[in-house]
């Protein structure tokens, strides 16, 4: 039992779930987030994690989708992984930098690779933090406080219509069977240096 402790003290998640309600200080609400990580299985944990801190969330399996989101609904987070399918997550990057209408909004790379070259790309290519899969609250939220005390976070006002979505995407019943812990795939353990593409 002491391990399973540890476990979640090293996650973030030290106390009972009604705790998870409470307010982060020096974390805004209402942020639009687009998560991009081709694993259903981490946008449900990382989307689950934000949107029961009271922020609006929108998701893209692909960077080509991710793209499209970032440009229509100028998010103000983008939480961006690494390894994706097609386009991979330094391309993504490069183009949202160069690109006016998305250059200013405030980008977490996220990655279970070891390779340590990887916070050295992340960095010259223009992302504002890097997280390491696996992660829990704690340190999504860490990021996001970082980010809004350096004033790279900023939550833009928009209409509550326009922000609420249509239809819920989980049931409640496959909203709570979400982990509160986000694992790396498999194929994120191993990934040559990016290259120019």
């Given at each position: 039992m002491a391990g399973f402790e540890l476990i979640r003290r090293l996650f973030g998640n030290t106390g009972p779930a009604d705790r998870r309600a409470a307010p982060r200080p020096g974390v805004p609400k209402g942020a639009w987030v687009l998560v991009v990580d081709d694993s259903a299985t981490i946008r449900a944990v990382l989307g689950k994690m934000l949107t029961q801190d009271g922020h609006v969330v929108s998701k893209a399996p692909d960077g080509e989708t991710a793209i499209e989101l970032a440009r229509k609904e100028?998010?103000?987070?983008?939480f961006l992984d690494i390894v994706l399918p097609g386009m991979n997550g330094f391309a993504v990057l490069r183009t949202l930098r160069r690109d006016p209408l998305t250059?200013?909004?405030?980008i977490v790379m996220i990655s279970g690779n070891l390779q340590a070259?990887?916070?050295f790309y992340v960095q010259r290519f223009g992302a504002d933090d890097f997280m390491k899969k696996?992660?829990?609250r704690g340190e999504v939220?860490?990021?996001?406080q970082h980010l809004t005390k350096t004033g790279r976070l900023v939550v833009q006002e928009r209409a509550l219509?326009?922000?609420?979505?249509?239809?819920?995407e989980h049931t409640e019943a496959e909203h709570a069977a979400i982990p509160d812990i986000a694992m790396p795939d498999p194929h994120d353990l191993i990934?040559?240096?990016p290259g120019n593409s």
């Open positions: 100028c998010p103000d987070l983008i250059r200013h909004i405030p070259t990887e916070q696996p992660f829990g939220f860490a990021r996001i219509e326009v922000a609420l979505p249509s239809e819920p990934m040559p240096p």
